[in-house]
């Protein structure tokens, strides 16, 4: 079937290492798998009108922020999309704080003025979830633009979906950012999607990393993004080089999401058949690392169930927390629309 | 005093801010080597090196939203817009990400940057180059909006908008560049939110800014000739509007003209009535006129650009129709 080459593993069967530090696996396995019910509780919640206006999950696409924002310094920056309750919570957004934002409750983590779409958080420089497509591209570089102007060595991180490859702001953020040596690193979720628009039919280009050929001395790499290894190894060196040799990287790491573009829409049927989900599904980031460690003897059946139990308290307990949280008070509504300060 | 350009006035304002904090820098298309498409950035490049005057490559939506990202986590980006024409195309970037991000941030994220450039017709430069977006850019909560229309004033303000914490959208002219004015030798500085009675008189007020604060002053020095007395009130900040000076000054002369660049509709001037007639409807001895660019594309052809633009003439005789002598 046409879609199987092009799927998250390039026809390669999922190949999780488990040679790893099994302390670490425990790690990227716990990680991915809080927001993997994260967003689960997101959608009912949703359902239940709890959450308001657009929506966007996650899930099938965990191991893409677990692998890459897990090995930054409290110092660098994450900057993405409207899809963006993952990375917030792997960067450390605590999930009440995100799960209140979503709720619109005064306890979020944008005091409920930004909803599921901007979360910001400057405790771990989390400079947004951006919602108009592209947008946010040139922002990173700006961001990579002053840490090279202060002379620091830290890096900005910038996920994009798919669609992004082929919006004008994309484009100019790479030249600058290439042109004049900026360390970030752009991230390309590839879901295979644009909302209903299959990349195939939007990009004439198969191979999305290889817009990075058009800016010299930008590296453009394909990355597994089913499995969180892969995305962590193919990372580490794109930061390092980011970090002492201040070089962008373009990463397009291939990946799908298991539930639709968002709240709005059918998982499977309209554009994407129910066989292509179940083939994605069958390579999924969480549940992969989690039968290879079992398999591995590195993960007794008992301990994912703690895993699972912890998780699932820890998820009720955001939910409760935002649930309790009120709304901001009317008089929030004239606040930080500007500062009164100079400097 | 000194007698300098507005261009100067501009160049030192930059010159001064860049000298007193280095977080300032400034980008833009031809910033640098170029001296400045205007020559406004003449010498900075030589002053104050490559990492502080940054020449971009043609890309108004990239470079505005580098501005905006670096100033998120603490620089002070100047972005120069060669005219704000060319800045349609970085829209985006003060409106979705400039203006909004300290709100949708839940006050977390401010975004001190300036965004400066030409606004206006200039002379024959035709549809695409001759437009006026004040009132385009007031309509945006999270924003202010400055135009001066002398040196003065266009140093003063520069420096205030480059030191507010805020996105500050800061509109030279074309026009203007070249024209003089006295200039304290000393730093000085003009708040923003502040409007300035340029000239004081009793009959009637004109409301104004940018570039039509000269055309306001030429019409109130031809009608002090035929004993017409005018309140010229220069807005200088557009938003937020000094609604105040507004009042005082049409309470007193109980007559208004709102005399403004761009089109009518929706325009600057709509809005200064609104306000005259929710506060000033009882002291109103006539309806307020607007004075202001046809509701045409910017023609080409000479004669057909000189009566689609706002002028001295169209606004005598609006004055003339307020004070029920036309």
Known sequence: ????????????????????????????????????????????????????????????????????????????????????????????????????ELFGRIDGCSRGKGGSMHLFDRNTNFLGGHGIVGSHVPLAAGVGFAIKYRGGDQVCICFMGDSVVNIGAFHEALNMAALWKLPVLFVIENNRYGMGTSVERAAAVDDLSKRADGYTGMDGIVIDGMDVHAVRDAACKAIE???TESRPSLLEVRTYRFRGHSMSDAV????????????????DPVFSLRDAMVVAGTLMVPEWEAMEKEVAAIVQDAWDFADASPEPPAAALYEDVLVDTTS | MSIITYREALNQALREEMSRDDRVYLMGEEVGVYNGAYKVSKGLLEEFGENRVVDSPIAELGFAGIGVGSAMVGLRPVIEFMTWNFALLAIDQVVNSAAKMLYMSGGQYNV???????????????????????????????????????PYDAKGLLKSAIRDDNPVVFLEGEMLYNTKGEVPDGEYLIPLGKADLKRAGSDCTIVTSGKMVLVAMQVADQLAKDGIHLDVLDLLTIRPMDVEAIYASVRKTQRAVVLEEGWEICGIGAQVVDFIQRECFDHLDAPVLRVHQADVPMPYAKG???????????????????????
């Open chain 1, 1 to 100: 079937m046409a879609s199987k080459k092009k799927t998250a593993a390039k026809g390669t069967p999922c190949t999780v290492r488990t040679a790893g530090d099994p302390a670490l696996d425990r790690e990227l396995l716990h990680s991915m798998l809080l927001q993997r019910r994260f967003e689960e509780k997101t959608g009912e919640a949703y359902a239940l009108g709890k959450i308001g206006g657009f929506c966007h999950l996650y899930i099938g696409q965990e191991a893409v922020s677990t692998g890459i924002i897990g090995q930054l310094r409290p110092d660098d920056y994450v900057i993405g999309t409207y899809r963006d309750h993952g990375q917030a919570l792997v960067r450390g957004i605590t999930p009440r704080a995100v799960m209140a």
């Open chain 1, 241 to 243: 080089r980011a970090r």
């Open chain 1, 268 to 283: 499977s049927g309209t554009y994407r058949s129910k066989d292509e989900l179940d083939e994605y599904q069958s390579y």
């Open chain 2, 112 to 150: 001190p940057i300036v965004f400066r450039g030409p606004n206006g017709a200039a002379l024959q430069l035709g549809a695409q180059h001759s437009q006026a977006f004040e009132s385009w850019l007031a309509h945006i909560p999270g924003i202010k909006v400055c135009s001066p229309g002398t």
């Open chain 2, 304 to 326: 057909l650009e000189k009566i689609a633009k706002p002028d001295a003439a169209k606004t005598i005789a609006a004055v003339k129709q307020v004070m029920y002598r036309a």
